[in-house]
């Protein structure tokens, strides 16, 4: 048994959940008028509903107490005053200094970062600015139409579904492209609608080293070579690393570099110079809102108390599902379009954070760690896969998330998308019991042989938990304090289950197994001892290769 397990708070949580497993929200609404209103709170331009949970006053006690016994107030604070919690990369973990106003002061080790922090942001802004109003000039002297973004992961996730969700703040003569995957098939795609003279490319990696990142890189550099010669890289190829010595090898002129630090993870980087596409597509005043908002969230995280604290709220009722009741995903269903890539960025947010099994002690856990987060936008969902979550096998808590405000959708969609919305919790609560199917076939003339064979079918058991985001509206200021939510969500979790949130080692053998394969491939290095099955698919590529 580990140390949590082994604590009163982690078995009052699972005596809760026994407790509650079969709850009928129901009556417990009908029983407690207030509920919705005691299990709601709003913060930062967003209202959390989290009554639709399997919860009650005792249940929540025990997972604050959990959340508290567990240190998670400790390790905020050791978070946010730059001590080296990511332990096993020997870092700090202070993303929140990026969205820190230029007066306050972080430390690391022993120095305020914040001033570094906002010159870089200035040195972007400044750039960002001669780019949008079109001084920037290319090779012949033209301004920049479009912006290709080569990086991956978080080098790609974060920047993508921020430009993505702000799409209404979007400068309308910049086209902004993203290209992450080493399928050649995207970057040709992507450059095969492209003029040289006014493209600009980012070369966005924390690392520098990224492979795929490296070979899109190569390979657009050698297509603005051939248009433009050698002089024109330095018009067109801008990086954004922490790797000064690797860009240099690149080509790229340390002048035309934005860098950020170690104590910045990847997937928590949108509001470094990663940022980079964001600022050229809405401009620094929506971006400083962007942060601004990460920047509310942050303060709300470290102050408020945990019983009305959001990202806790979350991260205790994430950890009483998989923990408790043995839910094994979380759905994030955003209904507002832009916010097509919110579950994308939050797979690898959530997943690459807390997908472990061994503590951050070195010893393997004993109960289940990160669930699995899927999603696409709701109301397409509804006419897809919602038909698991009403009447699946799987317990899967669900995340609604919807702006009230969304002007470019006329009143007449948008109070049918806000429906769509709402009905879908209020279904997955509520369901349908036997009597009532049983009345509406009888309404319909169906005698007693066609309704019983019907019935079964058609009873809708509910009790299925939901949180409901409603945000003011999509705008930069909102959506930094969703995402920052959600990142401290995922360090509250990571705290509880013991692990290292910050680092990602699982990323690395399929990596360097892919050196040794790729050197096959290419028939530069002899048949490696591989199993079966992968040396017979290593020879059946190598024939279709020609190698
Ligand atoms: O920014 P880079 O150094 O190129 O890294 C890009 C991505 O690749 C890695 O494999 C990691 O799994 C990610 O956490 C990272 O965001």
Same mark, same amino acid.
């Given at each position: 048994?580990?140390?949590?397990?082994?604590?009163?708070?982690?078995?009052?949580?699972?005596?809760? !959940? #026994?407790?509650? !497993?079969?709850?009928?929200?129901?009556?417990?609404?009908?029983? #407690?008028?207030?509920?919705?209103?005691?299990?709601?709170?709003?913060?930062?331009?967003?209202?959390?509903?989290?009554?639709?949970?399997?919860?009650? *006053?005792?249940?929540?006690?025990?997972?604050?107490?959990?959340?508290?016994?567990?240190?998670?107030?400790?390790?905020?604070?050791?978070?946010?005053?730059?001590?080296?919690?990511?332990?096993?990369?020997?870092?700090?973990? +202070?993303?929140?200094?990026?969205?820190?106003?230029?007066?306050?002061?972080?430390?690391? %080790?022993?120095?305020?970062?914040?001033?570094?922090?906002?010159?870089?942001?200035?040195?972007?802004?400044?750039?960002?600015?001669?780019?949008?109003?079109?001084?920037?000039?290319?090779? *012949?002297?033209?301004?920049? &139409?479009?912006?290709?973004?080569?990086?991956?992961?978080?080098?790609?996730?974060?920047?993508?579904?921020?430009?993505?969700?702000?799409?209404?703040?979007?400068?309308?003569?910049?086209?902004?492209?993203?290209?992450?995957?080493?399928? @050649?098939?995207?970057?040709?795609?992507?450059?095969?609608?492209?003029?040289?003279?006014?493209?600009?490319?980012?070369?966005?990696?924390?690392?520098?080293?990224?492979?795929?990142?490296?070979?899109?890189?190569?390979?657009?550099?050698?297509?603005?070579?051939?248009?433009?010669?050698?002089?024109?890289?330095?018009?067109?190829?801008?990086?954004?690393?922490?790797? &000064?010595?690797?860009?240099?090898?690149?080509?790229?002129?340390?002048?035309?570099?934005?860098?950020?630090?170690?104590?910045?993870?990847?997937?928590?980087?949108?509001?470094?110079?990663?940022? +980079?596409?964001?600022?050229?597509?809405?401009?620094?005043?929506?971006?400083?809102?962007? +942060?601004?908002?990460?920047?509310?969230? #942050?303060? $709300?995280? %470290?102050?408020?108390?945990?019983? @009305?604290?959001?990202?806790?709220?979350?991260?205790?009722?994430?950890?009483?599902?998989?923990?408790?009741?043995?839910?094994?995903?979380?759905?994030?269903?955003?209904?507002?379009?832009?916010? /097509?890539?919110?579950?994308?960025?939050?797979?690898?947010?959530?997943?690459?954070?807390?997908?472990?099994?061994?503590?951050?002690?070195?010893?393997?856990?004993?109960?289940?760690?990160?669930?699995?987060?899927?999603?696409?936008?709701?109301?397409?969902?509804? /006419?897809?896969?919602?038909?698991?979550?009403?009447?699946?096998?799987?317990?899967?808590?669900? *995340?609604?998330?919807?702006?009230?405000?969304?002007?470019?959708?006329? %009143?007449?969609?948008?109070?049918?998308?806000?429906?769509?919305?709402?009905?879908?919790?209020?279904?997955?609560?509520?369901?349908?019991?036997?009597?009532?199917?049983?009345?509406?076939?009888?309404?319909?003339?169906? #005698?007693?042989?066609?309704?019983?064979?019907?019935?079964?079918?058609?009873?809708?058991?509910?009790?299925?938990?939901?949180? &409901?985001?409603?945000? *003011?509206?999509?705008?930069? $200021?909102?959506?930094?304090?969703?995402?920052?939510?959600?990142?401290?969500?995922?360090?509250?979790?990571?705290?509880?289950?013991?692990?290292?949130?910050?680092?990602?080692?699982?990323?690395?053998?399929?990596?360097?197994?892919?050196?040794?394969?790729?050197?096959?491939?290419?028939?530069?290095?002899?048949?490696?001892? $591989?199993?079966?099955?992968?040396?017979?698919?290593?020879? $059946?590529?190598?024939?279709?290769?020609?190698?």
């Amino acid at each position: 048994m580990t140390a949590l397990t082994a604590l009163p708070a982690w078995q009052d949580m699972l005596t809760a !959940a #026994d407790r509650l !497993a079969d709850v009928d929200m129901r009556q417990a609404f009908q029983h #407690d008028p207030e509920r919705a209103a005691r299990y709601s709170l709003s913060a930062c331009g967003m209202l959390l509903d989290y009554s639709k949970n399997r919860i009650d *006053d005792a249940a929540l006690a025990a997972l604050f107490e959990l959340a508290r016994a567990t240190g998670v107030e400790e390790q905020r604070a050791a978070m946010f005053s730059g001590q080296r919690i990511n332990a096993t990369e020997d870092r700090a973990v +202070l993303h929140t200094a990026l969205r820190a106003p230029r007066e306050a002061v972080v430390e690391h %080790a022993g120095e305020n970062v914040v001033p570094a922090v906002h010159a870089v942001l200035d040195r972007l802004s400044g750039f960002a600015q001669s780019v949008r109003n079109g001084e920037w000039r290319g090779f *012949d002297g033209h301004a920049i &139409t479009d912006i290709v973004n080569i990086g991956i992961g978080g080098s790609d996730l974060g920047p993508f579904m921020v430009c993505e969700a702000l799409k209404d703040y979007t400068a309308q003569h910049l086209r902004l492209h993203f290209v992450s995957t080493v399928d @050649g098939w995207q970057l040709a795609n992507v450059l095969a609608g492209l003029n040289p003279a006014t493209t600009l490319f980012i070369v966005a990696s924390k690392t520098f080293t990224t492979q795929e990142t490296l070979t899109n890189a190569r390979a657009a550099r050698a297509w603005l070579v051939a248009a433009g010669g050698e002089d024109a890289v330095a018009r067109h190829f801008v990086a954004v690393s922490t790797n &000064t010595e690797a860009v240099c090898q690149f080509g790229i002129d340390p002048a035309n570099m934005f860098g950020f630090w170690n104590w910045v993870g990847g997937r928590y980087s949108l509001w470094s110079a990663i940022g +980079l596409p964001i600022l050229l597509a809405i401009g620094d005043i929506h971006f400083r809102a962007l +942060l601004d908002g990460a920047h509310a969230m #942050d303060r $709300h995280f %470290a102050t408020a108390p945990l019983h @009305g604290n959001m990202p806790v709220i979350l991260a205790m009722l994430g950890v009483y599902y998989v923990n408790g009741m043995g839910a094994a995903s979380h759905l994030i269903s955003p209904y507002n379009q832009p916010l /097509h890539r919110l579950p994308a960025y939050l797979q690898q947010l959530d997943m690459e954070s807390n997908g472990k099994t061994v503590r951050l002690d070195g010893d393997a856990v004993d109960y289940q760690t990160g669930p699995i987060i899927w999603g696409e936008p709701g109301i397409n969902a509804q /006419h897809a896969y919602y038909q698991l979550l009403h009447q699946g096998s799987q317990l899967i808590p669900v *995340d609604f998330i919807a702006a009230l405000s969304n002007p470019r959708s006329s %009143a007449e969609h948008q109070t049918i998308l806000l429906a769509n919305f709402l009905a879908q919790t209020e279904a997955l609560m509520c369901g349908k019991d036997a009597a009532t199917v049983r009345a509406e076939l009888s309404a319909q003339g169906l #005698d007693e042989a066609a309704i019983a064979a019907l019935l079964p079918h058609k009873v809708f058991a509910g009790n299925r938990p939901t949180n &409901t985001l409603l945000l *003011d509206g999509l705008d930069p $200021h909102t959506l930094g304090g969703l995402v920052a939510m959600y990142e401290h969500k995922v360090f509250v979790q990571g705290v509880v289950w013991g692990v290292n949130s910050y680092d990602q080692w699982g990323v690395e053998l399929g990596k360097q197994l892919a050196r040794a394969i790729e050197a096959e491939l290419r028939g530069t290095a002899p048949a490696g001892r $591989h199993d079966a099955s992968t040396s017979r698919l290593i020879a $059946h590529v190598r024939s279709a290769l020609g190698t």
